[in-house]
């Protein structure tokens, strides 16, 4: 297993693009927050998740991606999520099942309070939807993330990327 130099690890982090799959719908903010910290990103079709790493460092033996790693799979709105549950379930159950490493499900504009006190406009009971994601959770190992505040989602996105990319280097896991 090769252990990494800081300076290398510094060199690799630097190198490293976010992937956004072309898909993603809606993220202008999180690309015009990526734009202004002058974050590199790619706009990619992912075969799941919405968000993951891409490193391109000379000082690797070959470019990866880290979707192998942690993806993220970003919902707007608990309105989007409970949707996708009560409608699309099937089609959520075979892209959770193609994840390979972890999966962080990213959910803005909410707070596990609000899905508790049906603070979204579906018709999809509390009691199901908490039924359904923890179910989801346990079954495909994800965690779920509940960013409230939509305009620090670039900031979680890239922050979680990068560290995870960093622990693992730290590692000698590349």
């Known amino acids: 297993m090769y ?6 690890i510094t060199e690799i982090i630097k190198s490293a693009k976010v992937v956004v799959d072309t898909r993603e719908q809606k993220c202008d903010h999180i690309l015009k927050y990526f734009d202004s910290k002058k974050i590199p990103y790619v706009r ?9 790493l891409k490193v391109e460092a000379p000082s690797v033996a070959r470019d990866f ?3 192998d790693i942690l993806t ?6 608990l309105n989007e999520l409970s949707g996708n549950l009560a409608h699309e379930r099937e089609r959520m159950i075979k892209e ?5 490493g972890q999966l962080i499900l990213l959910i803005e504009n909410a707070t596990y309070d609000d899905i ?11 009691k199901s939807f908490i039924a359904t994601l923890k179910t989801f959770e346990n079954r495909f190992g994800f965690s779920t993330h509940y960013q409230k505040d939509s305009k620090y989602t670039g900031h979680y996105i890239y922050q979680t990327l990068i560290y995870a990319l960093r622990n693992k280097l730290k590692e000698g896991a590349f």
Not at 44 to 52: I, R, S
Not at 72 to 77: L, M, Q, S, T, V
């Open 3 to 8: 252990r990494y130099t800081d300076k290398e």
């Open 44 to 52: 990619e079709k992912l075969e799941y998740g919405d968000f993951t």
């Open 65 to 67: 991606y880290f979707g």
């Open 72 to 77: 993220i799979e970003r919902k707007a709105n």
């Open 96 to 100: 959770f099942s193609r994840v390979r």
């Open 116 to 126: 508790v006190n049906h603070n979204y406009t579906t018709q999809y009971k509390p």
